[in-house]
DNA sequence: ATGTGC
């Protein structure tokens, strides 16, 4: 098999490289982990060229690396990991995304399906009603430009701060939901006026909140320490950083094209554009980088805060009481400074998850105490016609792949070509017919992510565990869909 | 993903 004129080997069943090829100005190889038949349809959509390219980038270490649920994205893939040395590399804005930190959250309940199903067109209209969502959509907080700079430095600490949660939630999420090295002053005004009424809202595409049944437990001991058992209900809210990361990506893409220019690199495609990570444009865009994140993070946080009042309303019960705890909150789309060893050296990395999801193994210090000695928990959200996963990282995901793992499905149609090929409305019939609510504002945005539209969870996540970077926890069923 | 082509 060819990409782009290289041959790909087959390293191991779920692993696959492109050797590096210096006359293609490849500094690293590309390892995917994936199986034959995704492997064909990476080809085709061209993400798989996208690996080489990203290849090519000054400071690349190790390998340009992509998860199962590769697609063509924005000059990188979508699933891409792509780790720079911190003195020597670049950081470009296409390998983290327009969505800065788009990620998602779990929260666990003591409820039942049946507890739920009783009340359950209740509580989708109380959602419908109470978590503001849709395109260019504000929301009821508004906040002037010194208190949005102190919003966007602090993250889900701020939130909580204003009442927007409880103090413990904060053991749950990434970085304690504040990524540190944010720079307000590296913001444009054009971004804070996107932002600054856009913070507590879902936003549109295959952004959700969705309520769901856990279905199957793959492993007893760690899905107790995540506190979940089979039959009960969890809710899972998929959310970004709005207008707000979307500008800081826009902005900066512009000022990396001019430094792509200065700094004479070679690029085989411009849509790479990046900075050195130590010049002026490289520290100024890591900066706004870091505001677009804690910006994200705070935005699930106040989307969680809605989402448990929510279900405080029907259930006529507090959500402590409801047991409406945090599983955990991962962010998919940054680049992050990590310290991660190479050929047994420790390194300092800028480590580009785009699509991807950071996935530590048991024993690193940025976790809580209940997960320290299982790893990191994955929330792995699949479509919503089908299942999701709870997945854990592992020591194997440290020396393999800077800790990362899968993000989702992955899409393997376009949204152009899924609202062609499916009615929105018959979607929603069918949907409902097996037993799951569905609340969209627009049919057409929920024909572009029709369960067809996606590639099969199950097959990434199996293969992210074949590879060796995560373990499955539990497998969780929808019963119920808000979108935007 | 997104004030859903600039």
Excluded at 15 to 20: L, M, R, T, V
Excluded at 319 to 339: P, Q, T, V, W
Aim: net charge neutral.
């Amino acid at each position: 098999m060819q990409i782009a004129g290289l041959e790909v080997r087959q390293l191991s069943p779920f692993k696959w490289e492109i050797p590096q090829d210096e006359s293609r100005g490849m500094r690293v190889p590309g390892i995917i982990f994936i199986d034959q038949s995704m492997l064909e349809q990476a080809i085709k959509d061209r993400a798989a060229e996208q690996v080489i390219n990203v290849a090519t980038l000054p400071g690349i270490v190790h390998a340009s690396l992509a998860m199962p649920d590769i697609h063509w994205g924005y000059g990188f893939p979508i699933g891409g990991v792509a780790a720079m040395d911190a003195k020597e590399g670049v950081i470009s804005p296409g390998g983290v995304g327009f969505d800065i930190a788009c990620g998602i959250r779990l929260l666990r309940t003591n409820l039942s399906q049946e507890d739920v199903d009783k009340v359950k067109s209740e509580l989708m209209q109380e959602l419908n009603r109470n978590v503001p969502k849709g395109v260019g959509k504000s929301g009821r907080v508004k906040l002037d430009r010194s208190e949005f700079n102190k919003a966007i430095t602090r993250g889900a600490r701020w939130g909580i701060g204003r009442g927007y949660g409880w103090e413990e939630d904060i053991e749950f999420l990434e970085r304690r939901g504040c990524l540190a090295g944010a720079d307000s002053d590296a913001v444009s005004q054009h971004a804070y006026e996107r932002g600054h009424d856009q913070i507590g809202t879902l936003g549109s595409g295959n952004h959700f909140v969705e309520i769901q049944v856990v279905e199957e437990i793959h492993d007893e001991e760690t899905a107790r320490a995540c506190g979940l058992s089979p039959g009960q209900i969890t809710v899972m809210i998929h959310s970004g950083s709005r207008g707000f990361g979307h500008q800081i990506c826009t902005d900066y893409l512009k000022v990396m094209e001019r430094v792509t220019a200065r700094m004479g690199y070679r690029l085989p495609d411009r849509q790479l554009a990046c900075a050195p990570i130590k010049s002026e444009e490289g520290i100024k865009y890591a900066g706004a980088l870091a505001c677009g994140v804690n910006y994200a993070v705070l935005n699930r946080q106040l989307l969680t805060h809605w989402v448990r009042e929510s279900f405080e309303r029907v259930f006529r019960a507090s959500a402590r009481k409801l047991g409406m705890n945090i599983i955990y909150d991962n962010s998919h789309n940054l680049a992050l400074f990590e310290e991660h060893q190479i050929n047994g050296i420790k390194k300092e990395l800028c480590v580009h998850r785009k699509g991807a999801t950071r996935a530590f193994g048991p024993g690193h210090p940025d976790l809580p105490e209940n997960y320290k000695s299982i790893g990191q928990p994955i929330v792995v959200p699949g479509d919503m016609g089908t299942c999701s996963f709870l997945l854990l990282g592992t020591e194997e995901a440290m020396k393999e792949s800077f800790g990362s793992t899968c993000h989702g499905a992955g899409r393997m149609m376009s949204r152009s070509e899924a609202k062609r090929r499916i009615s929105g409305s018959e979607l929603k019939s069918a949907l409902e017919a097996r037993g799951i609510s569905i609340m969209a504002d627009s049919m057409p945005g929920l024909a572009e992510e029709a369960p067809d539209a996606y590639k099969d969870v199950s097959k990434v996540v199996e293969i992210c565990v074949g590879a060796g970077i995560s373990r499955k926890v539990a497998r969780m069923v929808p019963i119920g869909v808000l979108k935007g």
